[in-house]
């Protein structure tokens, strides 16, 4: 069974720029994640799909990030313009079902390593 | 609020040695819990999962971790270190916000030849 997909694994972006990232979930997953790993921290949760629904996305800075999961597959995470505090590893997550209250397991990708100079 | 305490973000242990992780968490529901092991330059995977089942859970790569309601400790085990354990160790609640996944803020284990 193939793993959650990321690209690109590394980015390199001057501050104000803008930069996207993508993600193949696992085959049948319904539910997408994002998360923002900053050096030293946990991971930390940016938004969550159900399908092509957003279920969760309480602490995405939406004056500069956006995500999309069109058709309820892959999924795309924006940053415009980009700061210097956005670096950070994104890591990108799926579930056969939400976890809420469950016993679903997330399974993550590699992530992609985003330097803002 | 859901939270996690890892107690120490540097642990180092010799080769054969014990492996004790510690976390504490705090939820004010009954909550889930689990442990996840990052490799460098790769993402997270599942070592094992607490879900209201036994209180001792046994995982992937010889580790186990036992729920500790009384303490509030989930705190990961394994007997005998090897050197391919060496890696950052995660520890994660479900709990009061039960829509998230919260983590701790990670231990790194380092082991010793």
């Known amino acids: 069974e193939a793993g959650v997909a990321q690209s690109p694994r590394y980015k390199i972006i001057e501050k104000r720029q803008s930069v996207a990232f993508w993600c193949n979930p696992i085959s049948g997953h319904a539910t997408l994640y994002w998360y923002q790993q900053i050096l030293g921290q946990g991971p930390k949760l940016l938004i969550q799909?159900?399908?092509?629904?957003?279920?969760?996305d309480s602490q995405l800075p939406k004056d500069r990030f956006s995500a999309e999961r069109l058709k309820g597959v892959d999924s795309t995470l924006k940053i415009q313009p980009a700061k210097l505090e956005d670096s950070a590893v994104y890591l990108c997550?799926?579930?056969?079902?939400?976890?809420?209250?469950?016993?679903?397991?997330?399974?993550f990708g590699p992530g992609t390593r985003l330097l803002v100079l | 609020a859901q939270s996690v305490t890892q107690l120490g973000s540097h642990v180092s242990v010799s080769e054969g040695a014990l492996v004790l992780l510690r976390c504490n968490y705090s939820?004010?529901?009954?909550?889930?819990l689990f442990w996840y092991v990052q490799y460098p330059n790769q993402g997270l995977q599942l070592l094992l999962k607490?879900?209201?089942?036994?209180?001792l859970v046994k995982g992937i790569n010889g580790f186990e971790a036992e729920f500790k309601k009384s303490e509030t400790s989930f705190h990961l085990t394994k007997p005998s270190a090897h050197m391919s354990d060496a890696a950052e160790y995660f520890c994660a609640v479900i709990g009061d916000s039960a829509r998230q996944l919260t983590f701790g803020s990670g231990t790194q284990l380092t082991v010793l030849p």
């Open positions: 997550a799926s579930s056969l079902a939400p976890i809420w209250g469950s016993q679903e397991t997330q399974y």
């Open positions: 799909f159900q399908n092509n629904g957003v279920v969760d």
């Open positions: 939820s004010s529901v009954p909550p889930y």
């Open positions: 607490y879900t209201s089942a036994a209180t």
